[in-house]
T-cell receptor, first 110, second 115 residues
Framework: GENVEQHPSTLSVQEGDSAVIKCTYS??????FPWYKQELGKRPQLIID?????GEKKDQRIAVTLNKTAKHFSLHITETQPEDSAVYFCAASYGNKLVFGAGTILRVKS | SQTIHQWPATLVQPVGSPLSLECTVEGTSNPNLYWYRQAAGRGLQLLFY??????ISSEVPQNLSASRPQDRQFILSSKKLLLSDSGFYLC??????????????FGQGTRLTVV
C-alpha cells in the first residue's frame, strides 16, 4: 500500500550542527517529494521539494536528496538555528494524493 | 493569487453532536482538495481527497464524511461526534498539472475538541 516512513521521530541538535531527516516510500511511481515545516499551532508550509528526475536540490541551508533506486529521500539542514525548531514532514505523491510521513520534532539547542 | 479559507479556527462540540467544517479555495480551477487530521503530537493523516465535484475518496473508515458541492468547496461532516474525533483538521489544495504533482497548500486548520 501507500506508505511513507520517516525517521527519526525526534531529533535534538546543538545550534550550528547539521540535522538529517530520512524518509522512505513504497511506490516506485511516486514522482514528487515535498518537505513541510510546521511550527507550533500553525499550518504546515513547504520548505523544499524535489521531483523524481532530480537527485539533489539545495536552497541556502536546506538540501534534499533523492535515491529512486532505494526509494528514499532525505532533508539536510546545515548550520541549524533555534528558529529551525519545528515539526518537519516529508511526503510522497501517489497519483493525486500526497501521503505524509509521521513527522520529526527537531529541537535546536542554543 | 490563490488562497484557501478554512473555518472555524477552533470548535468545541459535545459528544454526539453534528459537525460541519468548510474549506474554500480562490484563484484556481479544478484543484485537488484534501482533508487531513493531526492528532496531538502526531503526523498528518489523510482522511479524504477529491479530484472533482462530487468525487470523494475516503482513506480511512471512520465517523466522518466529506462532500464537494462546488469546484472550490470541500466540506467535512459528521452526524455524531466521538471523543476520538478531537484533533487538528487541515484542509489543503493542490494541482495536478499534466502528470506533475505540485505543492499542497494548507488552510489555517480547525482545532476541534469533543467534550
Amino acid at each position: 500500500g501507500e506508505n511513507v516512513e520517516q525517521h527519526p521521530s525526534t531529533l535534538s541538535v546543538q545550534e550550528g550542527d547539521s540535522a538529517v531527516i530520512k524518509c522512505t516510500y513504497s511506490d516506485s511511481a511516486s514522482n514528487y517529494f515535498p518537505w513541510y515545516k510546521q511550527e507550533l499551532g500553525k499550518r504546515p508550509q513547504l520548505i523544499i521539494d524535489i521531483r523524481s528526475n532530480v537527485g539533489e536540490k539545495k536552497d541556502q541551508r536546506i538540501a534534499v536528496t533523492l535515491n529512486k533506486t532505494a526509494k528514499h529521500f532525505s532533508l539536510h539542514i546545515t548550520e541549524t538555528q533555534p528558529e529551525d525548531s519545528a515539526v518537519y514532514f516529508c511526503a510522497a505523491s501517489y497519483g493525486n494524493k500526497l501521503v505524509f510521513g509521521a513527522g520529526t520534532i527537531l529541537r535546536v539547542k542554543s | 493569487s490563490q488562497t484557501i479559507h478554512q473555518w472555524p479556527a477552533t470548535l468545541v462540540q459535545p459528544v454526539g453532536s453534528p459537525l460541519s467544517l468548510e474549506c474554500t479555495v480562490e484563484g484556481t480551477s479544478n484543484p485537488n482538495l484534501y482533508w487531513y487530521r493531526q492528532a496531538a503530537g502526531r503526523g498528518l493523516q489523510l482522511l479524504f481527497y477529491s479530484v472533482g465535484i462530487g468525487q470523494i475518496s475516503s482513506e480511512v473508515p471512520q465517523n466522518l464524511s466529506a462532500s464537494r458541492p462546488q469546484d472550490r468547496q470541500f466540506i467535512l461532516s459528521s452526524k455524531k461526534l466521538l471523543l476520538s474525533d478531537s484533533g487538528f483538521y487541515l484542509c489543503a489544495w493542490s494541482v495536478l498539472s499534466g502528470r506533475r504533482n505540485t505543492e499542497a497548500f494548507f488552510g489555517q486548520g480547525t482545532r476541534l475538541t469533543v467534550v
